[in-house]
């Protein structure tokens, strides 16, 4: 027996779609289960989400973040919002990312902290934190192959704007985190190579590849 499509309403459209069976299914599923209701929120976070990952690629094209939110019909507000839920906040006042705690804290306060620590302290502490890379992302992550992807998560977590000039051999840096001899540390135990400063700033670091470990 076919069921009676309901009339379309001011707040209503009745849409007829060709679907894969598996997710035709699915969405089967979520009606019985849970109403329509259910299934009009789970469609409104999926267009969410696609309008915030289209937002962030935007940013890393060159555009601002206000430019970005506005190219995908959001307001500033509404994508810095969704960004920042993308952490998962658990009870006890704990933050979990990647299955390992974690806490937020601000540029300013790392700073500080780091600067308690002379330069190869810093060198010292960026190489022990280069190996939770591989642990996080389960691939070997000194393979040349592999290595946009470890710029794609860096980026994520707030690393830098990475980019990579095989040509040259240089990886630049922009608006780094942490400071350079952590960031050199750093870069050399995730990579696997020897890293040799061009230029330092707070602004910029860029690093010569010189040779493998």
Do not use: C
């Not at 906040?89 to 620590?117: H, Q, V």
């Amino acid at each position: 027996m076919q069921k009676k499509e309901s009339p379309e309403t001011p707040e209503h459209t009745v849409l007829t779609l060709s679907l894969p069976t598996d997710l035709a299914e699915q969405i089967r599923s979520i009606i019985r289960e849970k109403g329509v209701e259910a299934l009009a929120a789970v469609l409104k976070h999926g267009i969410e989400e696609m309008k915030v990952r289209e937002a962030i690629a935007l940013y890393r094209s060159g555009k601002t973040l206000i430019e970005a939110a506005r190219m995908v019909g959001m307001s500033l507000s509404e994508l810095v919002a969704k960004i920042e839920m993308r952490s998962v906040p658990l009870n006890r006042g704990r933050l979990w990312s990647y299955g390992m705690r974690a806490a937020l804290i601000s540029e300013r306060t790392m700073r500080a902290i780091l600067n308690r620590l002379s330069p190869s302290e810093q060198y010292d502490l960026g190489r022990e934190m280069g190996y939770t890379v591989q642990y996080v992302m389960k691939i070997d992550t000194w393979l040349k192959k592999h290595w946009n992807k470890v710029f794609d998560y860096l980026i994520k977590e707030g690393f830098g704007d990475i980019e990579l000039d095989e040509e040259a051999g240089l990886i630049t840096i922009r608006d780094p985190f942490f400071t350079q001899p952590v960031t050199r540390g750093y870069l050399e135990t995730a990579l696997g190579v020897r890293l040799e400063v061009v230029e330092s700033s707070p602004e910029k670091i860029v690093f010569k590849i010189t040779e493998p470990f």
